[in-house]
């Protein structure tokens, strides 16, 4: 076990070392994705505008003139878009790196950082867009925004986590990267990401309390939607935070040698 | 002092069944050649007991059928590969010309191609820098470099990849066969700077199924087979 950890820390290590390396390719890929498009990465802003025009202004038109509810789908909506696109690429993550990790020596952090500094990149413009929404609805700047920071801090320091766990999923299990995808999808509508919970019986409830994504999501929005310090949100999130890197770190341990033989 | 001392080194890989929802009879490894059963697991036995010592100077020639174990061993050398038994020693900077267009994006200019290319051999900026116009010199592109590789001949292309892969100071250098590319005058540039490559490594080891060129550049001729040391002469 000590041995595993040590081979993670060290994994880790030279992958930080290298950040040259993951920060460049990142890069490269959201250029590429966008490259030939007169809106560039622009487009990823459009796309999150019509994600949240949509569920504010169509799907539920009677809360549609209510500030804290359009706040409420735009921050959801930021959160839910990292963290589905963030688990939906990783699965496949060593299957897209093959030749690199059978081809090189990088350590194999190096590829679960691009993927995260990717979703970062991308999840900027969409956080660009859920400002403007913000302050648009009547949001000023005050100092709630620095604990809704705080709850995005924690995302993004359990996305390189997210990330090795389930590609390490996704190369021993391939069928899984369909199975995540469906589950995603079907995420979506089982998190308060535009619907709200307040009080209901039945499924809503079981799907607002005992879905860790709930957590995720209220740690950012609650400060600035209710104006409160998102304690137990943010203690569940840390929790989840703790063990999605305790896996990853054994999972780094002691099968990062044994993925060039799997993909 | 380079050197690279291998004592009884093994390589057996446990053939993953991967868990998958397919019937039983459409499941297949991922991995060719020797399988056997270990109790209830499919094991490939790739490198079996290998021992050999190199010291600087040594060019060892790597041949052997389809399978024999030359490009796995390579691997173990380079460190992509663990071994599962036996010891590994060596001193000096490893450098590997396996795949020369790892890495290679199609939609990026052939500058920043190199730079990437750079991070990914794990060259620091300054360096990359530095080798930057002596590739560019090298491949022969000119006013092309600035425009993406897509835009690129095969010919061109080639040129870049094997400018950039060779723009290396290695101490100890591994290839899978010999490389070369472009058209008839640049093969004659490329096998000028694969020699002098080989001039100024330490040690070589170089898998090839080519008998005469093992023989014009290696000083040693390890045969494999079955993963295997059958001959070292």
Redesign the interface.
């Known amino acids: 076990m000590i041995a595993a950890l040590n081979g993670a820390f060290d994994d880790i290590s030279k992958a930080v070392r290298?950040h040259?390396?993951w920060v460049?390719?990142a890069h490269?890929d959201i250029?590429?994705q966008h490259?030939r498009t007169t809106l560039g990465p622009l487009w990823m802003l459009v796309n999150y505008f019509a994600f949240v025009g949509t569920f504010v202004f169509v799907f539920v038109t009677k809360d549609a003139s209510d500030p804290s509810y359009i706040a409420y789908v735009a921050i959801g909506m930021l959160v839910w878009f990292y963290l589905t696109e963030t688990i939906t690429m990783s699965v496949s993550l060593f299957q897209r790196e093959a030749?690199?990790i059978?081809?090189?020596?990088?350590p194999l952090f190096v590829y679960v950082m691009r993927l995260t500094m990717q979703c970062i990149i991308r999840a900027g413009y969409s956080l660009a867009g859920c400002v403007l929404i913000l302050l648009l609805a009547g949001y000023g700047i005050n100092s709630n925004w620095l604990l809704s920071l705080l709850g995005l801090l924690l995302i993004v320091v359990a996305t390189p986590a997210l990330v090795t766990v389930f590609a390490f999923l996704g190369a021993?299990?391939?069928?899984s990267e369909f199975i995540v995808g469906n589950l995603m999808r079907v995420g979506m509508f089982l998190t308060p990401v535009f619907w709200v919970y307040s009080g209901q019986e039945g499924v809503q409830k079981y799907a607002y309390h005992w879905n860790p994504f709930t957590y995720f999501l209220e740690g950012v929005r609650e400060p600035i939607t209710a104006g409160i310090f998102p304690t137990h949100a943010l203690t569940v999130t840390g929790y989840v935070c703790l063990g999605v890197w305790a896996l990853a770190l054994l999972l780094l341990g002691l099968y990062r040698?044994?993925i060039?033989?799997?993909? | 002092m380079t050197s690279i001392k291998l004592n009884n080194v093994s390589l057996v890989?446990?053939l993953?069944e991967?868990?998958?929802?397919?019937a039983p009879g459409r499941r297949r490894s991922?991995?060719g050649g020797n399988i056997s059963k270990s109790g209830t697991k499919q094991v490939v036995q790739a490198l079996d007991d290998v021992s050999f010592e190199l010291k600087a100077g040594d060019r060892l020639g790597l041949v052997g059928p389809n399978g024999a174990g030359k490009t796995t061993l390579l691997?173990v050398l380079?460190?992509?590969?663990?071994p599962s038994g036996g010891t590994i020693s060596i001193a000096g900077k490893v450098d590997a010309l396996?795949?020369i267009s790892?890495?290679f994006?199609p939609?990026?200019t052939g500058r920043?191609n190199i730079?990437?290319r750079g991070?990914?051999s794990?060259w620091t900026?300054a360096e990359i820098e530095e080798k930057m116009e002596e590739i560019i010199d090298f491949s022969e592109l000119g006013d092309f470099i600035d425009l993406p590789f897509k835009a690129y001949s095969q010919g061109m292309a080639a040129r870049l990849a094997f400018a950039a892969a060779t723009a290396l100071e290695p101490e100890i250098l591994l290839m899978d066969e010999w490389i070369g590319a472009g058209d008839a005058s640049f093969q004659e540039k490329a096998k000028r700077r694969m020699d002098e490559l080989a001039e100024k490594a330490g040690i070589i080891v170089l898998a090839s199924h080519d008998e005469s060129l093992i023989q014009r550049v290696c000083t040693k001729k390890m045969t494999l087979r079955a993963g295997r040391v059958e001959s070292l002469t």
């Open positions: 290298l040259r390396v460049a390719l490269e250029g590429d490259r030749s690199f059978q081809g090189t020596t990088l021993f299990f391939p069928d040698k044994r060039v033989f799997l993909i | 890989y446990r993953f991967k868990l998958t929802l397919s991922a991995l691997k380079y460190g992509i590969y663990q396996f795949n790892i890495g994006r939609e990026a920043r730079v990437l991070l990914i794990g900026l």
